[in-house]
């Protein structure tokens, strides 16, 4: 089996300059319309089967890596320092790893996310495409996107679809060592797209998205299916955005939202993420649908709700959902 | 293709006395535990998969079949005159179409239900397990409860599992003509077994189970893997039940709910019947589960929550659900 720090190393060993004093690197979050959920690979975030997301432009991550002093890593997310043993820490640390030219070697990352940490918004995402991009400056690899999606994968599989603005395609690819899993920029722009962050909680998920995916697999029986389900959603979502059709995409989006959401609650134990507030926004989007809005959500592993509509009805959304925060994908 | 006359006729062919004035049946609701989705045959309502019922004791229907002078079947329910063309009187008559010694024939039916018709209650699975029970009273033909139960089926499948009180299986069976697919009781007493049924809307369903079934059959992919969950369910039901295995009954009735309703979910269009409410009661279950509360859900096609527990804990259950409708399903 290949480990990530081997397919790490292949990518970077005998690239690079002196390295700076400093890198820096961002990334924006993505929203998976067509949705990740399982892995073939725990190793290096190998997914079972393809997606397709969209950049929410401004909202990402900002990260700085330089090299520090030790005895340990030092890790701050939004100017506050994380404790060594938190979840936050560890992750970056262990992503570290991958790149350390030597044991003891040691880094400090400050990392300043513009969306809700941990709710369903992929932070973690914008943060290691964010990471990425960083270590890629301070050394100075000058490495290709697809490099650099296949590198933030390894901290973060849905990190693959955040090295890019608009529509993001991961190609599950089928390589043992993942080199063809990356994300790819689709051919089209959408000006008039919007996407609205409805934020109903933002705790912590109760079961992570790795936990949480590793179940599916393992116990629940509708995953079975889930890979033809994907392919349908992929095809239908290609040739919706090909067209520039409002109602297909936001019709592929919601009920492939809806058919991860299914398979995590036929999962054994169940997982739910919904909460009362969920289904209130749900029943919201579709009350106003049926009187003519064009208007339709997904929701990533977490309760919270994302909308999709086109800038004429932005007004009659921010109506429907007062503390909707809107973003222009396309800019 | 065998019709549903043609079923009934056979069963009912040759036998009887001189029909009574009246004739007058009753029967439970049940609620499966392990749920029925989806048909093999639309006109004889055989379905895809066994499923498994509790009864509800003395919550259900009643029903009174009496000749009438016509020039129409004369269709009451809960003492109001239900209009011909609403769709309680024509389910009704075209149940009756099934035994009519003559076309020109008619009957009147006096139904009443002690339960919330159409809100997921199954009153439709009482309703047409009294009518055939009364049926029966009124042409004294002396039928099993095996025959009952697949007369009752012609008219609402899970009717079928009405005709008994206690755990109930409905064999799914093979036969072409449906013969062997009838509800059969098992042979377990549970006394201290409670069933809380809380209302939380008893408006009629958006999407009916008929149309809602046929559709998960036609486009949900999760639907292939549909029949091996309930196999599965339906073993470890029967062995919870052999055991009388509180937790395990209410693991194996909680997860094959929120399973159908995976199924509805991914179906295409999406089928959500869950509203806020239903999120916030399977929240409150949860939370009083991780407190020590020996408490479990099941849901059928409708937004309401059924509650599963034993008798000592029916106080706390209370506190939980103030307006709870306790059922002692074994008297």
């Known amino acids: 089996m ?8 292949r990518i970077v060993s005998g690239r690079g300059l002196p390295e700076e004093t400093a890198g820096r690197g961002r990334a924006p979050a993505n929203i998976a319309l067509v949705k990740y959920w399982g892995k073939r690979d725990e190793e290096l975030n190998l997914p079972v089967t393809g997606s397709l997301s969209i950049s929410l432009g401004p909202l990402g991550s900002e990260v700085e890596v330089s090299p520090a002093e030790g005895p340990h890593d030092a890790i701050w997310l939004n100017s506050a320092p994380q404790p060594l043993t938190g979840v936050f820490a560890r992750r970056a640390s262990a992503y570290l790893d991958l790149f350390r030219p030597a044991p003891g070697y040691w880094y400090e990352v ?5 969306v809700p940490t941990a709710a369903g918004f992929a932070s973690s995402a914008s943060g290691f495409a964010a990471m990425a991009r ?3 400056d301070l050394y100075g690899w000058g490495l ?3 490099e650099l999606s296949v590198l933030a994968r390894l901290g973060s599989g849905s990190a693959a679809r955040s090295l890019q603005d608009g529509f993001v395609e991961w190609h599950a690819g089928s390589a043992p060592d993942g080199m063809d899993s990356y994300g790819e920029r689709l051919p089209a722009e ?3 797209l919007r996407m609205g962050a409805v934020v109903l909680c933002a705790a912590e998920k109760p079961v992570g998205s790795r936990e949480g995916m590793k179940r599916s697999v393992e116990t629940c029986e509708f995953y079975r299916e889930w890979p033809g389900r994907v392919a349908a959603d992929l095809a239908a979502l290609k040739d919706a955005i090909a067209r520039k059709d409002m109602a297909a995409l936001g019709t592929v989006t919601e009920g492939n939202a809806l058919a ?7 999962t054994r134990p169940p997982i739910v993420y919904a909460l009362p507030e969920t289904v209130a ?6 009350a106003a649908r049926q009187e003519g809005l064009p208007l339709w959500f997904t929701m990533d592993a977490g309760p919270n709700v994302k909308l999709l509509f086109e800038a004429k009805d932005e007004a009659r959304v921010r109506g429907l959902f007062p ?4 973003v222009a994908p396309f800019g």
């Open 2 to 9: 290949t480990t990530a720090r081997e397919v790490a190393q």
């Open 110 to 114: 400050k990392a300043r996310n513009t």
């Open 134 to 136: 960083a270590l890629d």
């Open 144 to 146: 290709s996107i697809r």
């Open 190 to 192: 959408w000006p008039e």
């Open 260 to 266: 991860m959401h299914a398979l995590m609650a036929a």
């Open 281 to 286: 926004a749900m029943r919201t989007v579709w």
């Open 323 to 326: 503390g909707v925060q809107v």
